[in-house]
């Protein structure tokens, strides 16, 4: 009679790490999808951040602008003192 009994070990060995093999991609898997949701709300905050931040590249302009004024009235002063 032949013992079958190293089969059915091998069988449930094989099934048990096959049931760990499932889970751990599975786990896998949802950590993955965690990840993804996360990233595009950070893409989200950081898209929405720089959009806030626009108004300040015009600082610049402005200052130029403030500076030209500046330069254009020392000018006017320095011409109308100088009439004296």
Known sequence: ??????????????LVVLVIVVLLVGSILGLARRIGVQALAVNEGLDQSRINTLALWD??????????????AE????ALEGER
Not at 1 to 14: H, K, N, P, Q
């Open 1 to 14: 009679m032949v013992s079958l009994s190293g089969w059915y070990i091998g069988y449930v060995i094989a």
């Open 59 to 72: 600082v610049d302009k402005i200052n130029g602008g403030v500076r030209s004024i500046m330069a254009s």
């Open 75 to 78: 000018e006017a002063r320095s």
